[in-house]
């Protein structure tokens, strides 16, 4: 089952306008998700999903693969959804979606991920440990998983539900509609995503701390 990664991207963030091409330790937001969903060696293929010329850019001239999509998609499975109906990729079984705002995402979580679809969900996604006095945050995206594993999930083509809006979490809509998620746990924290400028600082230092231990 070849797996191909599609990495959504956009220049219309609200919180942190132009993210992807904000830079990170040198380097913009965006080369650091591809290089992290590459060296963990899960896909076969990946491709960045954007609505922006100059993010493609930035992925091709990096030695990357980039496809154009909508400006008018109200979610990254949305631009996912159009990049994988082109015929380049009719080749591939399972599609990995890798948020463009992860560089810091676990390579646990990338093949836990792929391993519940492997395995017969329709649809998977990976959770790691959640400090107990995070619980509370609401920031903090959280999952119940059923006897079987799977989440309390075809996705795109459903009609939203408002339970996406208010959550502002497009996993909300396959869900509501009975289409369960596989949930892969994996030892230790997820991973912060990039959606605020603290949230840009501690990732850099982060980023910067382990270039600094992998400098001979």
Not at 141 to 157: C, I, Q, S
Request: hydrophobic share 45%; charged share 25%; proline share 8%.
């Amino acid at each position: 089952m070849p797996v191909l990664c599609v990495v959504p991207a956009r220049l219309g963030s609200s919180r942190l306008p132009r993210k992807p091409l904000l830079p990170l330790a040198g380097e913009p937001l965006i080369l650091w998700v591809v290089r992290r969903v590459v060296e963990a060696g899960i896909a076969d293929r990946l491709v960045v999903a954007t609505d922006a010329r100059e993010i493609a850019a930035v992925v091709e001239q990096a030695g990357y693969e980039a496809a154009m999509t909508s400006p008018d998609h109200q979610s990254g499975t949305e631009r996912v959804s159009e990049a994988v109906a082109s015929k380049t990729f009719n080749s591939f079984d399972v599609v990995l979606n890798v948020q463009g705002d992860e560089p810091l995402v676990a390579r646990a979580a990338l093949e836990g991920a792929v391993a519940r679809v492997r395995g017969g969900d329709p649809i998977g996604t990976a959770a790691g440990d959640l400090n107990a006095a995070l619980a509370a945050d609401p920031n903090r995206v959280k999952v119940v998983r059923d006897a079987r594993g799977r989440a309390l999930e075809h996705w795109v083509r459903l009609p939203p539900v408002a339970e996406e809006r208010w959550e502002r979490l497009e996993q909300l809509r396959p869900l509501v509609h009975g289409i369960p998620i596989g949930v892969a746990l994996f030892p230790g924290p997820a991973a912060p995503g990039v959606d605020t400028a603290d949230d840009l600082r501690y990732v850099e230092a982060q980023l910067t701390r382990h270039l600094r231990e992998v400098s001979p």
